[in-house]
C-alpha cells in the first residue's frame, strides 16, 4: 500500500512542477506518474552507476554534481517519453529542483503516518 501511495505523490509531484515551471509538458496525470517512476528508476540505476564513477568530483563540488547527474536523468526521460518534454537543460534543472521541494514537503507529511 505504502508503494501505491508513493507512486501516486510522485505522479502529483511531477504535476505540480510542471504547472509551475514554464517549458514542461506533462500530457496528463498518468504520463506525470509514469515520468515519475522514470525518474526514479534512471536516478536509481543509471544516475547511482554515474554518481560511483564521479565520486571524486562529486566531493569537490560538494555534491553539485549529485544533482546535475539528476538533472542528466530528466533529460534522459524526456527523451524516452512522448507524453513528458521539458525544453531544455535550464528547464529540466529548475523541474528538477522545484521536484525535489515538492518530494521533501510530501515526505515531511508521510513520515509523520509512519510513527
Not at 554518481?51 to 544533482?67: A, D, E, Q, V, W
Not at 539528476?70 to 526521460?77: D, E
Not at 534543472?93 to 510513527?115: C, N, P, Q, R
Amino acid at each position: 500500500m505504502k508503494l501505491i501511495i508513493e507512486i501516486l505523490l510522485m505522479g502529483v509531484a511531477v504535476s505540480v512542477a510542471a504547472f509551475l515551471i514554464p517549458g514542461v509538458e506533462v500530457d496528463g496525470f498518468l504520463s506525470a506518474i509514469i515520468a515519475g517512476i522514470l525518474i526514479a528508476l534512471a536516478n536509481a540505476t543509471v544516475g547511482t552507476l554515474l554518481r560511483i564513477f564521479t565520486f571524486p568530483i562529486n566531493i569537490l563540488t560538494l555534491g553539485l554534481m549529485s544533482f546535475i547527474i539528476t538533472v542528466l536523468m530528466v533529460l534522459l526521460v524526456d527523451r524516452l517519453m512522448d507524453g513528458f518534454n521539458t525544453s531544455g537543460f535550464f528547464t529540466a534543472l529548475f523541474f528538477a529542483l522545484v521536484l525535489s521541494l515538492i518530494k521533501m514537503i510530501f515526505g515531511a507529511f508521510t513520515s509523520d503516518e509512519d510513527s
